[in-house]
């Protein structure tokens, strides 16, 4: 259990997610990362010469991203820190705001930003060098879409992992549409008055198309409407399974940051000094192969164990949930009351840009935990290679 670990009332972000090759698509998530956080610290009026440190998360690659975490700093004006660059696919944000509030608690920092940035649009290209091949052909790789559609250990697609684990707890057609009905309706509720719930903590995007034209995205881009009625007529991506098209996320692009710092200084730069935000604990998982929708129930066990609580002192539970399944399986075997399960929407609606979506979702926690008048809050996602991460916070 963590002890020291805090993060200031308003000392974080995200920007709208954009739904791939739609409006960020052609800014490097670097350059657009840093020059948020630069626009976070302005609109917060918040001192960013007092940071100690910059933990990194990013999980595609970009044009120079061998200087990532030293060159996002200067950007967003502060050249006297770094820190590591942290990739572990959908789990990036979780993992690198424990790895803070870890070094938060030895002592090794007092003030983190932990910020988060990928864009899935216009992913690279890799060529390797392959001197065996014919007349020393290439071998290529889409950084995307090859892994997305094959795990090199698991031999699998993520959409299989989700059907494997689907399958193992006899999980339906019409159970997963309405899932996914009821995650749209959440996030519908974020939208409510003028997005009055999203502008808590979401800062618009400027765009530059032309020396002469910028654009201005305040609200999440390439949201797909859902019913019952378009669900039911939606086929399964893989025949026999239950997950469809409307089932799932989808690639997107964005940007979200928090900060993570010891309890006066969290103090100090909180907007209501009222409101205490606490890092409780960290929980992992690994299942078994091809399982990755199953990894998120023992991740989240980690965390609540870790934490000495149960489930049902929970007051909100968010999950990264790039599947159904993810929350049709993890609600049944945790008893998690639907109430308090991923109000005001989720990754697999509102996309996923990966290194950034668990920040979003942990954000959308802090919040939503601040207007129920505290209380202990669950994040947990799922990751590449059948892994998961998570944390328990604590809002009083």
Known sequence: MLS???IPYKGYWSSPFCRWQGS????????????MAKKFFELRRLPMED????????????KSWFYAAPWFAALMGNDKISGPTISQACATSAAALALAAMSVETGGHQNILVATTDRCSNGPHTVWPNPNGPGGEVISENWMMDNFNYDPYGQQPMVQTAENVGKDYGVTKEESDAMALRRYEQYMDSMADDRAFQKRYMIPVEVRLSKKKTITVEADEGITPCTAEGLAALKPVIPGGCISFGAQTHPADGNAGLIVAAKEKAAELSADKNITIQIL???YSRV??????????PCAQMALKNAGLKVSDMTAVKTHNPFTVNDIVMGKLMGIDE???????SSMIFGHPQGPTGAR???ELIEELVLKGGGYGLFAGCAAGDTAAGLVFKVG
């Open 24 to 35: 960020l698509q052609n800014e490097h998530a670097v350059e657009l990362g840093a020059a």
């Open 51 to 62: 940071l100690d440190g910059l933990f990194l998360g990013m999980t595609i690659g970009q």
């Open 361 to 363: 979702c942990m954000v």
């Open 4 to 6: 020291k670990a805090f």
């Open 339 to 345: 109430k308090i399960f991923n109000n005001y929407g």
């Open 281 to 283: 604990s960290y929980g």
């Open 288 to 297: 078994k192969k091809a399982y990755m929708a199953a990894s998120v129930t």
